[in-house]
């Protein structure tokens, strides 16, 4: 059974940074696009950071210049690196991995959720 494992998260203060982390332990992860998504209470769930399997990346405007997504397709990981953390930062960050096989088919994991709160 394939699982996306995530950790990484915690309890910080304004302005600082966590790292969170990804793991897709199978085969194919660098074919795979990884995002990570975060969903607030009474939020719908939003995409943060893309980074495709071919190296294009995206962010939710809010955290442009604070946040780095990035991939380790020999571990395999990916990881959000949040930086000047805000308390509009406060959620629960998911993991999502997909591709696109023949036939247009789509392969979707998603990981567990990890919560990132941000408060004095």
């Known amino acids: 059974q394939v699982q996306l494992v995530e950790s990484g998260g915690g309890l910080v203060q304004p302005g600082e940074s966590l790292r969170l982390s990804c793991t897709l332990s199978?085969?194919?992860?660098?074919?795979?696009?990884m995002g990570w998504y975060r969903q607030a209470p009474g939020n719908e769930r939003e995409l943060v950071a893309r980074l495709t399997s071919g190296g294009m990346r995206n962010y939710l405007d809010s955290v442009k210049g604070r946040f780095t997504i990035s991939r380790d397709n020999a571990r395999p990981t990916v990881y959000l690196q949040m930086n000047s953390l805000k308390p509009e930062d406060t959620a629960v960050y998911y993991c999502k991995a997909d591709r696109t096989v023949d036939g247009g088919r789509q392969i979707i994991y998603w990981g567990q959720g990890t919560q990132v709160t941000v408060s004095t």
């Open positions: 199978i085969a194919t992860f660098s074919s795979y696009n």
